[in-house]
Every structure is written in C-alpha cells, then in structure tokens.
C-alpha cells in the first residue's frame, strides 16, 4: 500500500516538474546532501588518448545524477570508472582520486566496490539461466548464506517485477520481454544491496512505457540507493533526476541540479547542447 | 543497347544462381549417395550376429564385428578423457585470457596440428606408446586420436566463447564476480550448446580415422581384455576386409561402414537434438 501511494506522488512530480525545483530547493542544494561520491582531478587514459580531463564533482547520495552530453563525450568511461569496470580494459588506466564514502576506491577491494556499486547495462543483459538464479546470482557469488527466496523477492519487488514474474520464477530468463529483462536486471544488482547503482543508458532499448516504468522505479529507489544514470535522452534527464552534468570531450562543463541546468544554463555550450543545437 | 544490356544481366544472373545451386546440391548429394550405397551393400550383411558375434575364421562365413564396435567405442572414450579436457582448457585461455603473442603462437600452432597428417600423429603414438612396451595396445590408438581431437576442440571451443557478448561478462563482473567465476558460472554455460557440439563433431571425425590406429592399436580377432592389448576398430576392419580377396568379407566390410556412419550420425543429431531441445528449455 505504502509503495502505491509513493508511485503516485512519483508520477505527480515527474507530471510536474515545478513541484520537484521548490522540493529540491527546500532539501537543499548539493553541498548540503551528504556526498556518496568525490571525484577530485579525475584523468582518464585508454593507452596514450586522453578520454577524461581534470573531472571534478561531488554525487550527492540518494539522489539521481544524469551525466548527459553527445556520444563519445566520455559519460559511459566516467560512470564505469566508478565501480572500476574499466580495470577489465587493456591499457586503460586513471589518475585523481575517487573516494566512495571518504574511501579511495583505489584501495578497496575491486568485488566488495562493485558490491556497493552496482550496474545496469545499456542493453538487458540476463544470464543464461532461470529469473530466480539470476537475481541469485549476486548472492551466491558473495557468499550469502541465508534465505535465498526471501531476498530474491525482496529485490524483485524493489525492481517492480515480482507481481509479473512470480508465477514463472524457474523460467529462463529470456522468455521475458525487453523491459522485463532490464528490470530483471535492476533486481539482480539490487539484491546485494548496494548503495548507488550505475544505470548506463538503461532505457535506449526500451519503448516509451517501459522507460516510464524504469523511471518510476529510480524514483522511488532513491531513499535507499544513490543513482548514476547516462542517457541521450534530455527529456529523461529533466523528468528523473535531481542533478545533471553536462560533459563534452571529456570535460566536465556544468553540474548542476537539474532544474537550473535545463532552465538556466550557465555555460553557452550547455544551452547550444540542450537546444539541440549541437550532439 | 541497353535492352541487351539488361538481358545479358538477367541471365548471367539466372547462370549464377544456377551454378550456386547446383555446387550446393552436389554437396548434399554427395552424403545421400555414399549413405545410399552403403545401405544397398552393406543393409544385406547387417544382422543381430553383426553386433554381437566375434569375425569368423578365414574361409567360414557370418560372423560379427562386436569387438571392432566395442573397440571403437574404448578408442574414443580414451581419445575424450585425453583429447577433449585439454582442448577446452586451451580454447578457454585463447578466447579469455591469452596475451597477444603467446596467444598467437598456440592458435597457430594449433592450426598446424590439425593440419598434420593422421598418419604422422599415427607415428608420434607408435614412438610414444607402442616402442617403449614393445606391443601394440588400445591406449597408444586413444593416444593417437586424443591428439587428433585436441586442435578441433580448442578451435571450435574459442570461437563459441569468443560468441558470448561482453555485456554478458560484464554483468558478472559488475556484480563482484572474479575472472574466473564468472567465465565458470555465466559465459560457459552460455556458450556450452556450442562448445559440446564442436566437441562431438571432433569425436566423429576422429571416429573415422583408420591410419594411426594401423600401428598403434592395430587390430584384434578377438575380444579386447583392458587397455594394453592391441584392439580391433571399426574403421580398420573396413581396411582390412576391404582388401582381403573374399566376398563375404567385403560385404561385412561394407556393413562396418554403414555402422560408422550411422554411429557418427546419430551422435550428431542426437546431440542437436537434445541440445535443441535443452536450448528452448533455457532460453
């Protein structure tokens, strides 16, 4: 009951974006959020090209963030810097610190990062195995030995899949359509419970009513996680996050909560970009 | 000019598509008429006595093959237990781990081994296995396939790996999963309809294989006790009863055939099948 009547009030401020700036500005702006995320001096090399220059940012927690900016501006290398997917890529290094709750991610351990942080792919990418085993998944690799069941409903539920799927837990995971299929995805990386999720493009496979769905899970996902989202869609920028950060050519250009950057740009080239002038 | 033009078009068009047709009836052909022959020759020696009686002394007629199956399935259980662990391992690392020039070497070397003529491999055995004991012995012929099973297995497990999306291994990885888990628990399972396939057809191809067994597990009248004593096999005794000047030998050397054959295909579909139906299940 509790979850229908947040669903309402999430569909009521995405209708009204107005409702969201007096909202953001009373719970104050981002230095007052306590901060999830530090990145100071970030530099991003794959081999001897520079793809990420001098980034500096704070990502408020339990909050959505939309990094936004034309294709190749460096969006997707700086979120998967956060939970370090890009340690996988031959020659690719970074310099600068980034600290997750104070902690330099450098220093952590690369399985308990990706445990805080967890991500969701551009396109759905379900494992080739039952619903159930793939929001397991997470689980058993970490070890967890409790009841299983529980907690994959648990994240099902979070993921606003559970009521479609709960009948055909076993089913492999490819039966499901698209949408379903991302969703199934958020599930699997909620169900370690992390503390920001790193959504890459999650909705440009999607129809329009799916992407709303998924829009309205980030919503109300947001009192338990913090949220990273890249998108090429401006309109989904201004409909679900709380801040946005322009980038291009792996610069940093603005930052700022989303209401003021879609409203009053600060930097011309923010405003040629979301006009549509350019990207 | 430009009517000519067009009619010249149309029918080198209709030439082409022709010929491609015909090369690609030729190849079906070509398995339907071998199975046909087969079948005409051999069905008329093949009865119960072909699977469970021993060959018949020279001279005498009837008789069976029951040791040269049994035979070739033990050739191919060893050429499986030796061939096919290290053909995925090594498919494994080319396709996961490999560096670039190691890597190299070992798919090029590879490519080299599965170009080695059988009978070379067939001597590799004799000189590893057969001398040192001084007999020949149905291990050295399971040594001779096992390598021949090898360079296929790692080839084909590759490129079924290679297959697997990235966004597959990330997703595991993204999860906290290690290198090695998550090729464990998500790419190959993923791959595996593929992998199993590529390594039956390495087995069928080696099922047939005749010359390295000449001199390492030579051939038997006999049962086969265990693994040391020399073995008969099916494909050699197509050779060998081929050859011989008597009638009834060459019919029971026709029905070896068909027995091949049909082993080898009914493996092959009977895999596809399963794994078809196992896919649809999982997918």
């Known amino acids: 009951m509790a979850s229908i009547s947040h669903g309402n009030n999430a569909s009521a401020a995405r209708l009204a974006p107005q409702v969201r700036i007096t909202e953001s500005s009373t719970t104050g702006s981002q230095r007052e959020a306590p901060v999830r995320f530090q990145i100071s001096d970030l530099n991003f090399f794959y081999g001897p090209k520079q793809?990420?220059?001098?980034?500096?940012?704070?990502?408020?927690?339990?909050?959505?963030?939309?990094?936004?900016?034309?294709?190749?501006?460096?969006?997707?290398?700086f979120l998967r810097t956060l939970n370090r997917m890009n340690d996988a890529v031959r020659n690719a290094r970074f310099e600068g610190q980034i600290l997750l709750d104070g902690q330099d991610i450098r220093k952590m351990d690369v399985v308990g990062l990706r445990r805080r942080v967890g991500m969701v792919f551009q396109r759905p990418n379900p494992f080739p195995k039952s619903i159930y085993d793939n929001v397991a998944y997470g689980l058993r690799i970490n070890g967890y030995k409790g009841r299983l069941s529980e907690l994959v409903e648990h994240s099902l539920r979070r993921a606003a899949l559970w009521e479609e799927v709960k009948d055909y837990l076993h089913k492999s995971a490819f039966a499901l359509s698209g949408g379903q299929q991302q969703r199934l995805c958020i599930a699997r990386a909620l169900a370690v419970d992390p503390e920001v999720l790193?959504?890459?493009?999650?909705?440009?496979a999607l129809d329009p009513v799916t992407t709303a769905k998924i829009e309205?899970?980030?919503?109300?996902?947001?009192?338990?996680?913090?949220?990273?989202?890249?998108?090429?869609?401006?309109?989904?920028?201004?409909?679900?996050?709380?801040?946005?950060?322009?980038?291009?050519?792996?610069?940093?250009?603005?930052?700022?909560?989303?209401?003021?950057?879609?409203?009053?740009?600060?930097?011309?080239?923010?405003?040629?970009?979301?006009?549509?002038?350019?990207? | 000019m430009?009517?000519?033009?067009?009619?010249?078009?149309?029918?080198?068009?209709?030439?082409?598509?022709s010929l491609t047709g015909l090369a690609a009836l030729a190849v079906v052909s070509v398995l339907f008429l071998i199975l046909g022959y087969l079948i005409w020759n051999g069905g008329k020696s093949l009865n119960w006595d072909f699977f469970t009686k021993l060959p018949k002394p020279v001279g005498e007629t009837g008789g069976g093959m029951a040791n040269a199956i049994l035979g070739s399935l033990k050739l191919l259980l060893l050429a499986a237990l030796m061939g096919l662990p290290i053909g995925l391992l090594a498919g494994v690392y080319l396709a996961e781990f490999g560096g670039k020039t190691f890597s190299f070497v070992v798919r090029y070397t590879t490519d080299l081994l599965n170009g080695v003529p059988s009978i070379v491999i067939g001597i590799f055995?004799?000189?590893?296995?057969?001398?040192?004991?001084?007999?020949?012995?149905?291990?050295?012929?399971?040594?001779?396939?096992?390598?021949?099973?090898?360079p296929i297995t790692v080839r084909s497990t590759e490129e079924f790996l290679r297959a697997v999306p990235v966004t597959l291994r990330e997703g595991?990885?993204?999860?906290?999963?290690?290198?090695?888990?998550?090729?464990?628990?998500?790419?190959?399972?993923?791959?595996?309809?593929?992998?199993?396939?590529?390594?039956?057809?390495?087995?069928?191809?080696?099922?047939?294989e005749t010359a390295p067994l000449l001199f390492t597990a030579f051939s038997n009248r006999y049962w086969s006790d265990g693994?040391?004593?020399?073995?008969?096999?099916?494909?050699?005794?197509?050779?060998?009863?081929?050859?011989?000047?008597?009638?009834?030998?060459?019919?029971?050397?026709?029905?070896?055939?068909?027995?091949?054959?049909?082993?080898?295909?009914?493996?092959?579909?009977?895999?596809?099948?399963?794994?078809?139906?196992g896919t649809v299940r999982s997918v």
């Open chain 1, 216 to 279: 309205e899970l980030m919503f109300q996902l947001k009192d338990s996680c913090t949220m990273v989202i890249v998108t090429h869609n401006m309109q989904q920028a201004a409909r679900a996050s709380d801040f946005t950060a322009f980038m291009l050519d792996g610069k940093l250009i603005e930052h700022t909560e989303t209401s003021k950057l879609f409203t009053t740009p600060t930097d011309p080239r923010t405003e040629a970009y979301i006009t549509g002038r350019f990207g």
């Open chain 2, 2 to 17: 430009s009517r000519l033009r067009l009619v010249w078009r149309k029918t080198l068009n209709a030439i082409m598509l």
């Open chain 1, 51 to 77: 793809a990420l220059f001098e980034l500096h940012l704070k990502i408020p927690a339990n909050r959505v963030t939309a990094l936004i900016g034309p294709s190749g501006c460096g969006k997707s290398t």
């Open chain 2, 172 to 208: 595991a990885m993204a999860l906290g999963a290690s290198k090695w888990r998550t090729i464990a628990t998500v790419v190959l399972p993923a791959a595996s309809g593929g992998i199993i396939t590529g390594m039956l057809l390495a087995l069928a191809r080696v099922a047939g």
């Open chain 1, 198 to 204: 790193l959504l890459d493009e999650p909705c440009s």
């Open chain 2, 125 to 150: 055995a004799y000189t590893l296995v057969v001398l040192p004991v001084k007999h020949f012995s149905t291990l050295a012929g399971g040594v001779a396939l096992g390598i021949m099973v090898i």
């Open chain 2, 227 to 277: 693994w040391e004593q020399p073995t008969a096999s099916l494909p050699v005794m197509v050779y060998t009863y081929a050859i011989a000047p008597y009638d009834d030998w060459h019919r029971q050397a026709w029905a070896a055939g068909l027995v091949l054959l049909a082993l080898v295909l009914l493996a092959n579909l009977g895999t596809r099948l399963a794994l078809g139906r």
